[in-house]
């Protein structure tokens, strides 16, 4: 990839799509964006469990682990009081209607996530950075956070994973830059 970047106009997200690939052992993000096309991203384990580690804090999800056993009870009263608010808000969401496929689609084929970068205060961006060299902004309010944990939960129960595993973040490269290719690596596959 050169210095230039090519920008895609912004589109805001109306519909979101999360499931598990068997034969590819991956989750499959589908973005429903409003100028009628979508954006999809393969998530391996190691990126689900960073994306769940990045938003869940977002999201306050009940967990087996949310509430530490040695939480102060103030502490714990409010991540239970947290939780209700998220069990209430996810009630009110539409999970019934089908994902509406979209007309074009901004990349070609799925793209692979590797690194995940949060930001933001009210309104989050989640930055994936993909083996292609391309990176992807999403702008996702609290709303999308809640629901896109919610179908990661159910998305890992099909494939067996463990949301809750530990896993190291790992930087975020410069988007503007080209990643470095490691010394000896022959970019031939027969």
């Not at 068997?22 to 994306?51: C, K």
Request: proline letters at 5%.
């Amino acid at each position: 990839m050169t210095g230039n970047v090519e920008k895609m106009p912004e589109a805001n997200i109306q519909q979101l799509n999360l499931g598990y690939n068997a034969e590819q052992d991956r989750l499959l993000l589908r973005v429903g964006l409003s100028d009628d096309t979508e954006l999809v991203l393969w998530l391996t384990y190691r990126i689900a469990r960073q994306l769940w580690q990045l938003l869940n804090g977002e999201a306050h999800l009940p967990t087996a682990d949310s509430i530490q056993q040695d939480a102060l009870p103030a502490s714990a009263v409010e991540q239970f009081r947290q939780e209700a608010q998220a069990a209430e808000a996810l009630k009110k969401m539409d999970f019934a209607t089908r994902y509406q496929p979209r007309k074009g689609v901004r990349n070609e084929g799925a793209l692979l996530a590797t690194r995940l970068a949060l930001s933001g205060d009210h309104i989050k961006h989640l930055d994936v950075l993909c083996l292609e060299g391309i990176s992807v902004r999403m702008n996702l309010p609290p709303p999308l956070i809640l629901a896109m944990c919610s179908m990661m939960q159910l998305s890992t129960k099909e494939s067996g994973w463990n949301l809750g595993a530990k896993v190291t973040q790992q930087p975020m490269a410069n988007i503007e830059e080209p990643a470095e290719e490691p010394a000896g690596k022959n970019k031939v596959v027969h």
